[in-house]
């Protein structure tokens, strides 16, 4: 049931743009993204509900696929407070109040 | 200001004790949830509560159990049962019905390490 993270980590120069992947084997509800940095409690970034919308954070947006059951999260021209662990946590259609967390995609961003 | 505090920061048990890890909001909220995270595996959902009195096993609720008799309030007890209990805890809050529209709250965690 956990949904698949894509890629494990990622290593970016200031300035790079990255996507973080989230897929999952079962319709969805909603997706929602996390960040977490070393120590620290996951901080919400956004919440995409089916039907395909896009969101957007400063320069971090996402989307949700409804059809293919997967979301992705752009970081664009990334900062070194960027850095840290993304997390997607899925609810599937039907899951009530069951959050669902992917693995996780640990983020570096170097000067 | 609002938020969630746990407690202890850092606990260390012996093999065969129980502990209990505390968790409180004074956000209002009415749905609160523990998650377990070890490296490597994300967050894995141990038990949450929708309402006071009232709460559902999550994915790996072997080996913990929970109480909910306060709104603010939802304590967690790693029992000697559980195989392997050290991990980091982190305790989360959401409104009513909100973890399909709402953001989850969550604390600073409690690390347990067994000795």
């Known amino acids: 049931q956990q949904p698949v993270q894509s890629p494990q980590a990622v290593i970016l120069r200031e300035g790079e743009d990255a996507v973080i992947n989230c897929s999952s084997s079962?319709?969805?509800?909603?997706v929602h993204w996390y960040r977490q940095k070393h120590g620290e409690a996951p901080v919400f970034l956004m919440i995409l509900l089916k039907g395909g919308e896009q969101k957007g954070h400063d320069k971090i947006s996402a989307s949700f696929n409804e059809k293919k059951q997967q979301s992705s999260l752009y970081l664009t021209a990334s900062q070194l407070s960027y850095s840290g662990t993304y997390f997607c946590?899925?609810?599937?259609?039907?899951?009530?109040?069951?959050?669902?967390f992917g693995a996780g995609t640990r983020l570096a961003v170097h000067p | 200001d609002g938020g969630i505090t746990q407690s202890p920061k850092y606990l260390f048990r012996k093999e065969g004790q129980n502990v209990t890890l505390s968790c409180e909001q004074n956000l209002n909220h009415d749905a609160m949830y523990w998650y377990r995270q070890d490296p490597g595996q994300g967050l894995r959902l141990i038990y949450y509560?929708?309402?006071?009195?009232?709460?559902q096993k999550g994915d790996i609720a072997e080996g913990y159990s929970v109480s909910r008799e306060k709104k603010e309030s939802f304590p967690l007890t790693v029992t000697s049962a559980q195989k392997n209990p050290t991990a980091f805890y982190l305790c989360?809050?959401?409104?009513?019905?909100?973890?399909?529209?709402?953001?989850?709250?969550f604390g600073e965690g409690s690390r347990l390490t067994v000795l």
């Open positions: 079962k319709a969805l509800y909603s």
């Open positions: 989360a809050s959401s409104t009513s019905g909100a973890a399909m529209t709402g953001e989850l709250f």
């Open positions: 509560s929708q309402i006071v009195n009232d709460f």
């Open positions: 946590g899925i609810l599937f259609s039907g899951g009530y109040n069951k959050l669902i």
